[in-house]
């Protein structure tokens, strides 16, 4: 595999993050960086902390400590959407899909990012805001066609099976163009059908839109198998970080999985 | 058989877009707007003008604005009322202060200064969702009412603290006061409205519309894609008070010519716009249409049928009538929470595969 | 002391008893939303039906004269000259839970898992429905509430008191109604009768175990269904005992259904699910749209009360969204 071609420089760089509820620590002095073009992944048992990473990583959790390096700049703290503007999308563990709207519809509002006709010109319609809806239609039913959703293009995504919603709500992230693409857990709940469609889907975003990918999952067998390297967390703290093969043979890991005996 | 779409193919995105996907539908709405433009003005009397369509235009457009708020961005408002009011009392000022401003701009302006209102009364809802927004947009229909009521400029020092429309003209014809034609306060009324449908169609369907359904549909999610949710939430409490300001202002100075806050925008006429937009099917342009026809036309068939064939008394019928409209809000909300646009969707899909269902 | 400081005293008085009653019909609320979610905007509709029936029964009224006159010709309004209080109390409160009965059969039953939101609109039809049946059932005029309990101002206080202004000054002692006084002491009574059955009996732990959790309730083996018939009609009974005091204050009337109005200010101030909250509330409302008529509202034109409870709560709300009571909100994705 031509490893060293795809991966670039640091895209982002997360260092000594501490995140507390109240008195529960969510997160203890976590230090990762995620390169460009990699698959990235996070894994740790049930309450690791897996999910509130993710969510420092996106703005909506603001750690007590800690800074976040993205592109080479510091991040100041920013409110979700300011972050998703600088090209991070992502998708969550229960299907975050507006249920309400068509998957055509789900798409489009991907790229609300991107698009920029005020609203008079909304108003209007014809002209600007008609050209750019267009456009913008053509890149959406690129997705669809890459995805193969075009049968349920119109079709409001609260009817839709569980499968399809995870597929739409990958296709939504996607539709953003984003830089760094946030996964979690894109394969729970899924039989082995969907979960070998759903990996073909990253690897290709990985390989064709030369996407970074950071996903969170539990299977690790799927995990080992994608992934450039794994970071693991345990009750909030940093166990190990490496390439697939040293986190496998790597103690803490093994003992944070399988439990250790302290008896002796 | 007749009402079909097979044969009708899309070969551009455009196409697949447009407002009225379906060829018989967009004939349909043609042909509507044409007999509402030329056919119905030569027929028009004062019995129909003040008693059904007016007052259907001006509620229709309380509806819209209202829909754009709570049926497409989720916000549920209780304040409509008082941005009437707001409205109103714009539309009122206008018209002394600029004596010889054409009356549709007075409106347009009176919708301008409702939306600025309502963005500042739209504030708090980046903090309070729910319910508990609903009960504070309360606050600004009771305090907006108790301003009216209370600031002698507002209603410029009349001594019956009510304020009375002037006469204003649009060409040269009397559209306010009193000796206003039926025909021409009808037009006007209806130039308005079907505007302004189709600018709420337009919004509702591009980047602003969906940016709004995704605050309704969840609220989180839309910021993590990338939708501030201070400028989505505003732009839809601007834009919905000002329709619904203008509504206000074409119910005061068109069709009730003179008005006392209390009575003509209390909080009974919330509910009312509230319930068009239930009734109706909330996130529905044509719902807000079909909502404020119907409540409209059933209390004025009621009327005639209790009071004028039977020969009941007046408040018996209007007993009846909170009654039946408490009846019917149950009824919808219980068997179909998307109102009337919903069961016209049904009977299209219907009639799109008779006669022949399988 | 000076007579303005008095006279401040009395307002904040009369404020803490105007205040226990907005918490009784607040408490109407907290339980309804405390068992199934909904926040009923029935519940000053309840009180108005509630007092309107007992009239009714009262004074011997035919129930739907108005119609039936209008549709047989007939002049009927009374069938007798009425009958003991008691006897129309009790038979009030079971009209009550008939209406608990079939409010649940009819609507209740097909709102389970609907949007809070859609509940609480269905209310609103609620309210208008019960607004047209009490006004089709009695008639829409006003009428005058007696059920014995004692009004007018209290002559005792208003003599204890007169003599504390100093020297010199133009003072006539304090004014509060008796009715007042007895019906913060009704409240309170109720209040503590409320939490005693919720605390101590076994329908009231099944109402808390609705209220914590729908589906572990029904897996335990609770009846949804007899717990909301249950507490609808406890509800009716507080819109009932609302409906007496407000009605013998300024009789039974249209406006009596706008307390519902008055008690939402004093839920977002108290939290929606915490008795103690809305009778905190509900003096913190009483007191303050008082206190602000009394000093600012003279200034601006007075009649602050109708939108005072609502500015005040609304202000509050922007610093803590939860509620007096409530428990911070963490939001999670």
């Known amino acids: 595999m031509d490893q060293d071609n795809r991966i670039g420089d640091t895209l982002l760089e997360v260092k000594n993050i501490s995140l507390s509820f109240g008195g529960v620590k969510a997160l203890t002095d976590i230090s990762f960086d995620i390169k460009e073009g990699e698959i990235r992944a996070i894994i740790g048992p049930n309450g690791a902390g897996k999910s509130s990473m993710l969510n420092v990583i996106n703005g909506f959790y603001h750690p007590q400590e800690g800074e976040v390096w993205f592109r080479g700049k510091k991040r100041e703290s920013m409110k979700p959407y300011q972050v998703a503007r600088q090209g991070v999308a992502r998708t969550f563990q229960n299907i975050a899909l507006f249920k309400g709207m068509s998957t055509l519809d789900n798409l489009m509002t991907g790229c609300i990012t991107h698009m920029k006709t005020n609203i008079f010109l909304q108003a209007i319609w014809k002209g600007p805001a008609e050209r750019e809806e267009l456009e913008f239609r053509e890149r959406v039913e690129h997705i669809i066609d890459f995805l193969g959703i075009q049968a349920i293009r119109k079709t409001p995504v609260g009817r839709l099976p569980y499968g399809m919603q995870k597929r739409v709500e990958l296709g939504r992230a996607l539709a953003a163009q984003p830089k760094l693409l946030l996964l979690d857990e894109p394969m729970a709940g899924m039989n082995l059908e969907e979960k070998e469609d759903m990996s073909r889907f990253i690897l290709d975003v990985n390989d064709e839109f030369g996407t970074t990918i950071t996903l969170i999952e539990h299977d690790i067998g799927v995990v080992m198998d994608l992934s450039d390297r794994i970071v693991v967390l345990d009750y909030g703290c940093k166990l190990a970080d490496g390439t697939p093969d040293v986190v496998r043979n790597d103690q803490a890991v093994i003992d944070a999985y399988l439990g250790v005996s302290h008896d002796d | 058989m007749f009402y079909r779409e097979s044969g009708d193919f899309k070969t551009n995105y455009a196409d697949d877009q447009q407002s009225f996907p379906i060829k018989l539908d967009r004939y349909a709405v043609w042909v509507l707007l044409a007999f509402a433009f030329f056919v119905v003005p030569f027929f028009i009397n004062d019995y129909w003008e003040k008693s059904v369509l007016v007052p259907f235009l001006v509620w229709s457009m309380a509806a819209l604005g209202l829909n754009i708020l709570t049926g497409y961005c989720g916000q549920v408002s209780l304040g409509t009322g008082g941005f009437m009011a707001v409205g109103a009392y714009s539309c009122y000022k206008l018209m002394i202060a600029f004596p010889g401003l054409n009356i549709f701009f007075v409106v347009i302006l009176a919708g301008i200064i409702t939306a600025i209102v309502g963005i500042a009364f739209g504030l708090p809802s980046l903090r309070i969702k729910g319910f508990y927004l609903a009960v504070a947009t309360l606050a600004s229909q009771f305090f907006l009412i108790w301003m009216f009521n209370k600031i002698p400029w507002f209603y410029n020092y009349s001594s019956s603290g009510m304020i009375t429309a002037p006469e204003r003209t649009m060409f040269g014809i009397a559209i306010s006061g009193p000796s206003a034609p039926s025909w021409a306060t009808y037009l006007f009324c209806l130039t308005l409205v079907t505007i302004f449908a189709f600018i709420a169609r337009n919004l509702t369907r591009g980047r602003i519309g969906r940016a709004w359904k995704s605050i309704h549909d969840m609220d989180i999610a839309a910021e993590i894609i990338g939708i501030p949710p201070l400028q989505a939430k505003l732009s839809a409490f601007a834009v919905s008070s000002f329709y619904i300001g203008m509504s206000g202002a074409m119910l005061f100075g068109v069709y009730l010519g003179s008005a006392e806050p209390g009575e003509a925008f209390g909080i009974d006429k919330s509910f009312l716009v509230l319930f068009m937009v239930i009734i109706g099917g909330l996130g529905s342009i044509l719902g807000s249409f079909l909502g404020a026809a119907f409540l409209i036309l059933v209390p004025v068939l009621m009327k005639n049928i209790m009071v004028g064939a039977f020969g009941w008394p007046a408040d018996l019928a209007a007993h009846l009538e909170l009654l039946f409209i408490g009846a019917l809000i149950m009824f919808f909300l219980v068997v179909e929470p998307h109102g009337l646009a919903q069961l016209w969707r049904m009977t299209k899909e219907k009639l799109r595969l008779w006669p022949f269902p399988h | ?333």
Do not use: C
Not at chain 3, 116 to 143: R, S, V
Not at chain 3, 171 to 191: E, F, K, P, R, S
Not at chain 3, 290 to 313: Q, R
């Open chain 3, 1 to 333: 002391m000076s007579p303005l400081f008095l006279n401040a005293l009395e307002v904040i008085l009369n404020g803490l008893m105007a205040g226990i009653m907005y918490s009784l019909v607040a408490l109407g609320f907290v339980l309804i939303f405390k068992a199934s979610g909904i926040f009923n905007y029935a519940q000053g509709v309840m009180a108005l039906f509630a007092a309107l029936t007992l009239v009714g029964f009262q004074t011997g009224q035919v129930p739907f004269a108005h119609l039936i006159n209008a549709m047989f010709g007939t002049e009927i309004h009374h069938w007798g000259s009425g009958m003991n209080t008691f006897l129309a109390i009790i038979l009030t409160m079971i009209v009550m839970i008939i209406f608990a009965w079939l409010l649940e059969k009819i609507v209740l039953k097909h709102m389970v898992n609907q949007a809070p939101i859609i509940l609480f609109m269905t209310t609103i039809g609620l309210a208008y429905f019960m607004e047209g049946f009490g006004d089709l059932m009695w008639g829409a005029d006003i009428k005058t509430m007696d059920v014995g309990l004692p009004s007018g101002g209290s002559l005792w206080l208003e003599d204890f008191t007169k003599g504390w202004a100093a020297e010199g000054t133009e003072y006539y002692g304090m004014y509060i109604d008796v009715l007042d006084v007895w019906a913060a002491g009704i409240a309170i009574l109720l209040v503590i009768a409320l939490t005693l059955f919720s605390q101590y009996t076994k329908t009231g732990r099944a109402l808390r175990a609705v209220a914590d959790d729908h589906q572990a309730a029904l897996t335990v083996g609770i009846s949804l269904r007899t717990i909301w018939i249950i507490v609808w009609s406890l509800a009716g009974f507080v819109a009932l005992v609302a409906g007496i005091m407000w009605g013998s204050k300024s009789g039974v009337q249209f406006s009596l259904s706008l307390i519902a109005l008055k008690a939402l200010p004093v839920l977002i101030l108290g939290g929606f699910t915490s008795i103690p909250g809305a009778i905190i509330g509900g003096l913190i409302i009483g007191v303050g749209e008082k206190l602000f008529e009394f000093s600012i509202g003279g200034m601006i034109g007075g009649a602050t009360e109708n939108w005072f409870a609502y500015v005040l709560a609304l202000a509050f709300l922007m610093f803590r969204p939860q509620g007096l009571f409530g428990e911070k909100i963490i939001e999670r994705v």
